[in-house]
C-alpha cells in the first residue's frame, strides 16, 4: 500500500511539474515557440513521461487552460468572499469585478485560457476533479436563499466565466469595441441586469 502510495504521488508530481513548466513557458515565449521537448526539458521529466499524462501537445494545453481558468476563478471568488457581499448578486458582480482585474493585468494568460478553455472541458471534469466541484458548491452556496434548480446556477456561472473572458479578450487583446476600463462598466451593467429579477424569487 505504501508503495501504490508513493508511486501515485510521484505520478502527480511530474503531472504538476508539467503543466506549471509548460505554463511558464508559454507565457514567456508563447504557445508556437515552445516545443514539447523544451517543456519536459524544464520539468526535469524524460520526454516519453510527456505522453503518458496527454495525449499531444493540443490536450497538454487545454489541460493547462482548465487549470489556469479554475485558479483564477478560485482566487477571484476567494477576494469576492472578503469583500463581505450579503447577496448573490453582489457577490456575483464582485467575482466579475475581480476576473477583470485579473486578467487586465495578466493578458498573455487571458490569451492562453479563453483560446484553449471551453465550458465543457470544464463540465467534464465535474465529477472528476474535486477543486472543480467544491468552487461550484461554493458558488451554489452563495444562491441557497433564491429559489432556482442547480442547473440555472450552472448557466449563471457559464454566463460568468463566458461572458467576462470574451469581453475581456476583445477589449484587452484585440482592443475592441473600446478600453477595458469601459467595457468593464458595460459588464457589470449587463450581468447585474440578467440576474436582478432572481432577487425577488427569495425563499
Not at 89 to 115: D, G, H, M, S, W
Amino acid at each position: 500500500m505504501q508503495t501504490t502510495n508513493k508511486s501515485s504521488l510521484n505520478k502527480k508530481r511530474k503531472y504538476d511539474a508539467l503543466l506549471t513548466k509548460g505554463t511558464e513557458l508559454y507565457t514567456e515565449n508563447g504557445l508556437q515557440n515552445t516545443s514539447v521537448d523544451q517543456i519536459t526539458k524544464k520539468a526535469g521529466v524524460a520526454k516519453g513521461t510527456f505522453y503518458l499524462y496527454f495525449k499531444n501537445k493540443e490536450d497538454f494545453i487545454e489541460q493547462i487552460a482548465l487549470k489556469l481558468n479554475i485558479d483564477i476563478l478560485k482566487e477571484s471568488m476567494n477576494k469576492a468572499d472578503k469583500k463581505l457581499n450579503t447577496n448573490a448578486i453582489t457577490y456575483t458582480l464582485e467575482v466579475a469585478n475581480q476576473l477583470v482585474t485579473y486578467y487586465t493585468k495578466n493578458p498573455t494568460i487571458l490569451k492562453l485560457v479563453f483560446r484553449n478553455f471551453s465550458w465543457s472541458t470544464l463540465m467534464k471534469q465535474f465529477h472528476k476533479s474535486k477543486q472543480v466541484t467544491d468552487l461550484y458548491n461554493v458558488f451554489r452556496t452563495k444562491y441557497a436563499d433564491i429559489q432556482i434548480e442547480h442547473e440555472q446556477v450552472n448557466y449563471i456561472l457559464f454566463i460568468l466565466i463566458q461572458l467576462t473572458g470574451s469581453i475581456c479578450y476583445e477589449s484587452i487583446i484585440n482592443k475592441s469595441p473600446a478600453p477595458i476600463t469601459i467595457m468593464k462598466e458595460v459588464l457589470i451593467q449587463t450581468i447585474e441586469k440578467i440576474l436582478t429579477p432572481l432577487e425577488v424569487r427569495t425563499i
